[in-house]
C-alpha cells in the first residue's frame, strides 16, 4: 500500500516543480513513506516535506502544507493530517483496505510475491557442515536461515541457488578416519589406543560396522562400497565421509531441506583452483614474502594486519581456499552471494573480501554478503540438554526433530534474529498451547477451515462473490484491525527478505494470528444475515489465505484441522 501514496508524493513533487516552488533540476531526495507508529496519526506518513525543504528555502511545516495542496485527489485516501515539524500524515479510506482483501482473492498463493529481484541470480549457502558427524542444533538454525532466506528471497524475484560447501579435506576428516579406523578394529573410547583426537559419539561405531559389513552407500549419483579393511585408512576415509553426507542429507530431508549445489572444497585442489587463485592474487601485486611465507596485502582493503596466505612449510591457510570458493561462485554467474555462518567464523571474514578484492576480477566491494547467527540453548524441563546418545556430546537436530516436530522446530530456529541468543525449550515446542507461537499460529489456518466446514454442516450457503462486493459491512474495530494485518503482508515479505531477517515474518503471523483469534473469540461470523456473513467470510479466507502464503515462505504446513 505504500507504492500509491509515493507514486502520488511524487505527483505532488513534480507540480511544485512546475510552480517553481522547488527547483526544476531538483534531485528528489530518498523520502520514506512508512507506517504510523500509532493510528491516531493516521496509516501512513512520509518525511518528504521535511527533506524537502531546505532545497525549497521554506519552512518544513510550510512546504508540507504546499505539499499537500499539489497531491492529486484519490480514492484510497480519506484524510490527510500535517503534524510536528511536517511529517504528512495519511489516512487511507476503507475501500483502500477493501481493495487489499480484494488483491488477496485475486493473487492468492502469489499474494505478497515481488520482482524486486529483477531475476537476478543470488547463491544462498547454508549448513555447509563437515561430514564428520550427525547435524548438531547449530547447523539446525543454520539450515532453517539459510531456507527461509532463499524461499523470501524467491518470493521478491530473485533467481535462487542453494548451495552446500562440503569440508571434505583436512585435518577434522583425517580424525574421522583415525576414529572409524579404530571402532573397525575393536577399540571403544576410553581403551588404550584410542586416538586422542578421535571422535566419540556411537555413529562412528555405527559407521565402523556399515564398513566392516561391506554396506552401500550412494551420495550425489556416487556409490561407495565399505572395502572390508581395518588396515585400509583411505578406503574407510572415503566410506566414512559418504556415509555422514547421505546421513545429513537424510536429516536435512526430514527438515524440509534441499540443494541445488554441493560443492566439495577438496575440488578447489583437484581442480587446481586454489593455486590458480594465488597465482592471481601474485600477478596483481598484492602479496609478499617474508620469513619464509607467502603474505597478501589484506591491510590495502581495510583489515587490520596483513595475512599470511602460504605458510613456510608449503601449506595454505585456511583463508586461501575460501578465496578461491568465492571467486568460483561469481565465475559461476552469482551477482548475489549470501552465505550463513556460526558467529565464531567472523575472524576471516574481512581477509576473504580483501582476498577478492586482491584478485581485481571485477567483484563489487563486500561481496559476499554473510549472515552470522549464535548458538542455541536446549532447554528440558527447566534444564539445559547438552548431549545427545548418538552423537556423545551435543543436541542433534534430528533430537529435535523427533521430539517437537519440524514445524515447531523450524519455526523456534528462526524466530529471533540470527545474532541474538535463543534458547530452544522442547516443553514449549511440543505443547498444544496459545503459548506455543508456531501451535497459535497453525490453530488460525485451522479455525478458518472449521468456520467453513461448520457452514456446510449447518446448510448455510457461502458465497464469497458476495461478501466481497460487501465488504463496506466491515465496520467494528476488530475487523479493522485484521484488516490493517492483512495489508501489511507485502511490506513485512519484502523487508524480510531484503534485510535477511525471517524473523520478521515469523513474528507477524503471530499478530496476523493474534488479530484473527481476537475476532473470532468476539464475534460470530455464520449470522442470519447473509451478507454480513459472507462478507466476514471473505475476510477470514483472505486471512487464511495469508497464513497459509507466510506459512509457506517459512517451510512450514498450514494444518486444515488440528
Known amino acids: 500500500m505504500k507504492q500509491p501514496l509515493r507514486d502520488l508524493l511524487l505527483q505532488a513533487i513534480r507540480t511544485l516543480q512546475d510552480t517553481a516552488v522547488l527547483p526544476a533540476d531538483l534531485e528528489i531526495p530518498p523520502f520514506v513513506v512508512e507506517r504510523a507508529r500509532s493510528r491516531e496519526h493516521g496509516d501512513f506518513a512520509t518525511n518528504a516535506a521535511m527533506l524537502l525543504a531546505k532545497p525549497a528555502r ?11 495542496g499539489a497531491l492529486p485527489l484519490n480514492a484510497l485516501v480519506k484524510k490527510i493530517e500535517i503534524a510536528g515539524p511536517g511529517f504528512v500524515n495519511f489516512f487511507l479510506s476503507p475501500g483502500a483496505y477493501h481493495a487489499q482483501v480484494q488483491r488477496i482473492f485475486a493473487d492468492g498463493e502469489d499474494y505478497g510475491r515481488s520482482t524486486a529481484g529483477a531475476g537476478k541470480t543470488v547463491g544462498v549457502e547454508f549448513v555447509s557442515a563437515n561430514p564428520t558427524g550427525p547435524l548438531h542444533v547449530g547447523h539446525g538454525r543454520n539450515a532453517a536461515l539459510g531456507d527461509c532466506i532463499a524461499r523470501l528471497l524467491e518470493a521478491t524475484g530473485w533467481n535462487v541457488r542453494r548451495e ?22 575393536g577399540l571403544a573410547p576410553g581403551d588404550p589406543g584410542w586416538p586422542e583426537d578421535g571422535y566419540r559419539g556411537d555413529y562412528i561405531a555405527e559407521v565402523a560396522k556399515a564398513y566392516l559389513a561391506g554396506d552401500s552407500v550412494t551420495v550425489e549419483g556416487h556409490t561407495v562400497t565399505g ?69 597478501l596485502r589484506t591491510t590495502d582493503f581495510g583489515d587490520d594486519k596483513d595475512r599470511v596466505m602460504r605458510k613456510s612449510d608449503g601449506t595454505y591457510t585456511y583463508f586461501v581456499p575460501d578465496v578461491a570458493y568465492h ?30 578484492q586482491a584478485l581485481d576480477a571485477g567483484i563489487p566491494k563486500g561481496y559476499p554478503d554473510y549472515m552470522l547467527y549464535q548458538m542455541v540453548t536446549v532447554m528440558r524441563g527447566g534444564e539445559e540438554v547438552k548431549i545427545s546418545k548418538r552423537a556423545g556430546s551435543y543436541v542433534t537436530l534430528r533430537d529435535l526433530i523427533d521430539e517437537a516436530g519440524r514445524d515447531a522446530t523450524r519455526y523456534f530456529l528462526i524466530s529471533r534474529k540470527a545474532d541474538s541468543q535463543l534458547v530452544f525449550d522442547i516443553d514449549l515446542a511440543r505443547s498444544q498451547s496459545n503459548d506455543n507461537p508456531v501451535y497459535y499460529i497453525q490453530y488460525a489456518h485451522a479455525r478458518v477451515c472449521s468456520v467453513l466446514r461448520q457452514a456446510g454442516e449447518k446448510g448455510l450457503g457461502v458465497d464469497l462473490d458476495q461478501g466481497l462486493a460487501e465488504l463496506a459491512r466491515l465496520d467494528n474495530e476488530h475487523e479493522q484491525v485484521l484488516l490493517t494485518e492483512l495489508s501489511k503482508y507485502p511490506e513485512i515479505v519484502d523487508a524480510a527478505a531484503a534485510n535477511l531477517e525471517p524473523h520478521l515474518l515469523a513474528g507477524w503471523l503471530r499478530e496476523l494470528a493474534n488479530a484473527f483469534h481476537t475476532y473470532y473469540n468476539s464475534h460470530q461470523f455464520l449470522v442470519d444475515d447473509a451478507a454480513l456473513r459472507n462478507a466476514r467470510l471473505a475476510l477470514v479466507v483472505a486471512a487464511r489465505q495469508v497464513l497459509k502464503n507466510g506459512l509457506g515462505l517459512l517451510g512450514l504446513s498450514a494444518p486444515e484441522s488440528m
Do not use: C, M
Not at 164 to 185: E, M, P
Open 58 to 68: 521554506a519552512k518544513p511545516r510550510e512546504l508540507a502544507e504546499k505539499l499537500v
Open 227 to 295: 572395502a572390508k579393511d581395518p588396515a585400509d585408512r583411505e578406503a574407510i576415509r572415503h566410506f566414512a565421509v559418504a556415509y555422514l553426507r547421505r546421513e545429513q542429507d537424510l536429516d536435512l530431508k526430514a527438515f524440509g531441506v534441499g540443494f541445488d549445489t554441493f560443492f566439495l572444497e577438496s575440488s578447489l585442489y583437484t581442480d587446481g583452483k586454489v593455486e590458480e587463485t594465488v597465482r592471481e592474487l601474485v600477478a596483481h601485486g598484492h602479496t609478499y614474502e617474508e620469513g619464509g611465507a607467502l603474505w
Open 164 to 185: 552446500f560447501y562440503y569440508n571434505d579435506a583436512g585435518v577434522q576428516i583425517q580424525n574421522l578416519a583415525i576414529s572409524t579406523q579404530a571402532r573397525a578394529r
Open 327 to 356: 571467486l568460483s561462485k561469481w565465475q559461476r554467474g552469482y551477482e548475489k552471494a549470501i552465505t550463513v555462518l556460526g558467529s565464531d567464523h567472523h575472524g576471516s571474514l574481512a581477509r576473504v573480501k580483501a582476498g577478492l
